[in-house]
């Protein structure tokens, strides 16, 4: 089962006389980048949150937030008071700046109140009084059915993927039918064309070592034989049927194996050597390049 990196989910809770909102999302990545937006003022919370997030997760660029309110308050209103010894701080932070200025002849603007009410930790929640190990247990016991329906979702786009990518699959196996279909025809092409030229270089050249001659032209031959690339292509296609059957992240092999499709498919072209095999080529290397994008949101 192929799981996406894309997902979305949102869900509200309640409980220990506080309401909230989850708000989880993510979009692929590399490796597993969270990024958490939650209150402070619950002790531990986001620790224990990134470790479960760690635990269901294995790749993307994760945002949660979380939103907490006081029953009965408006959202976002959680009760909050002045932090009396961080405004005296901040104030005398300010009374030295002036004074500093002042003595630089430097004119300062007028701090406001909503300027100084703006200063991390100036204003707390009233939360913070009482004890919130009560509140972060309720919190976390409905972490759960959040992250189930973030899986759900990113499962639904992962089915899309696995269809979209085994029909890309099925055009690279076609096109490398076809591929071994022309390399066929024009080995026998190949073969007389070089039969040709080693008449020719032996009419016109007196005392060419012909074995020497065949030698190289056999080498020739060997460097334009595709055979070892369609085969090659083949193995490709039915490891990446093997991963898409997989249960569990397969991204990273994805990401190297699309590296090795390409590899192939530019080889390919190299040899190519015929109009017919070279538009099989680029056909190849432009339906893994869809691929690669396509494998990119893989988990």
């Known amino acids: 089962m192929t799981i996406s990196m894309t997902g979305f989910a949102a869900r509200k809770g309640q409980g220990a006389g506080h309401s ?19 209150p402070d003022w619950i002790d531990g919370l986001e620790l224990a949150l990134r470790g479960e997030l760690g635990r269901a997760l294995q790749r993307g660029n994760v945002s949660l937030t979380l939103k907490v309110a006081r ?24 009374a030295e700046v002036e004074a500093a200025a002042m003595s630089a002849g430097v004119t300062l603007a007028q701090a406001t109140a909503a300027d100084v009410l703006a200063v991390r930790g100036v204003l707390d929640s009233a939360a913070t009084e009482t004890d919130t190990a009560p509140l972060r247990a309720a919190i976390l016991a409905d972490l759960p059915p959040l992250l189930a329906d973030f899986a759900a979702m990113r499962a639904t ?55 020497r001659v065949a030698q190289e032209l056999a080498l020739i031959a060997v460097k334009n034989d595709v055979q070892e690339e369609l085969d090659r292509l083949a193995a ?32 390919l072209c190299s040899k190519a050597q015929s109009l017919a095999l070279t538009r099989i080529g680029l056909d190849l290397k432009t339906v893994i390049d869809q691929m690669r994008e396509q494998v990119q949101n893989v988990e």
């Open 20 to 38: 909230w909102a989850w708000d989880i999302r993510s979009v692929n990545g590399k490796g597993l980048d969270l990024r958490l937006r939650v």
């Open 71 to 94: 029953d009965g308050a408006g959202e976002g209103a959680e009760g909050l008071r002045v932090n009396v010894p961080t405004l005296a701080s901040v104030l005398a932070a300010l």
């Open 157 to 211: 786009e992962g089915a899309a993927l696995n269809a979209v990518i085994a029909g890309q699959l099925d055009q690279i196996a076609d096109l490398t039918a076809q591929a071994a279909t022309e390399a066929a025809a024009r080995r026998e092409t190949a073969s007389a064309t070089l039969r040709e030229a080693l008449a020719r270089v032996l009419a016109h050249a007196d005392g060419v070592d012909e074995a």
């Open 236 to 267: 490709h296609v039915s490891a990446a049927r093997a991963l898409l059957a997989e249960a569990g992240p397969v991204g990273r092999k994805f990401d190297f194996l699309m590296q090795e499709f390409m590899r192939e498919a530019n080889t």
